[in-house]
T-cell receptor, first 114, second 111 residues
């Protein structure tokens, strides 16, 4: 019963490097989300997807890109990493719209940009 | 954008005490959710509220959807060591797929 799986769990990057974070869910959920969590700021939505092949911007999308080529996977890309992107990144999924369908979260990816 | 004020930011209590925390919004929500996050893990849903005035329990946890639709409350009765963690409220307004999260309440139990 994996639920939402995020890889990698930890990563250290140098400024300017690029990387992709992978989120996979095995619950056949339609909706998927990427959040970042910073101290004292709660979770902020970066991008989300309401179905395979669709993506939309969230609250803090700048510097990130996403793709949802397969229903079970949601990828978050950092084009040119900056120290301000040091954070803990969480992926979440839900079966449908949030009405009566709360989100299930992964365990996070801790990313440090030097 | 939406703003959620969650208070208190932190709590230090003794085992067995009751706990109360709340969230207030600058606008109306039609869904309130309460999550708990343990160190090194993602948030886990505790209670979901979908109607103004709704009072819902999950074991020792009780949450209420405020009648103004702008606030929600979480109470924990007879706290135990495994209650330690960060509690987040989250809300969603009408016609929106996105949640807005509060800044969290960190609960610590003093031996």
């Amino acid at each position: 019963n994996a639920g939402v799986t995020q890889t990698p769990k930890f990563r250290v990057l140098k400024t300017g490097q690029s990387m992709t974070l992978l989120c996979a869910q095995d619950m056949n959920h339609e909706y998927m989300y990427w959040y970042r969590q910073d101290p004292g700021m709660g979770l902020r939505l970066i991008h989300y997807s309401v179905g395979e092949g669709t993506t939309a911007k969230g609250e803090v999308p700048d510097g990130y890109n996403v793709s949802r080529l397969k229903k079970q996977n949601f990828l978050l890309g950092l084009e040119s990493a900056a120290p301000s992107q040091t954070s803990v990144y969480f992926c979440a999924s839900s079966p449908y719209r949030l009405d009566n369908q709360p989100q299930h979260f992964g365990d996070g990816t801790r990313l440090s940009i030097l | 954008g939406q703003q959620l004020n969650q208070s208190p930011q932190s709590m230090f209590i003794q085992e067995g005490e009751d706990v109360s925390m709340n969230c207030t919004s600058s606008s109306i929500f039609n869904t309130w959710l309460w999550y708990k996050q343990d160190p090194g893990e993602g948030p886990v849903l505790l209670i979901a509220l979908y109607k103004a005035g709704e009072l819902t329990s999950n074991g020792r946890l009780t949450a209420q959807f405020g009648i103004t639709r702008k606030d929600s409350f979480l109470n924990i009765s007879a706290s135990i060591p495994s209650d330690v963690g960060i509690y987040f409220c989250a809300g969603r307004d009408f016609g929106n797929e996105k949640l807005t999260f509060g800044t969290g309440t960190r609960l610590t139990i003093i031996p």
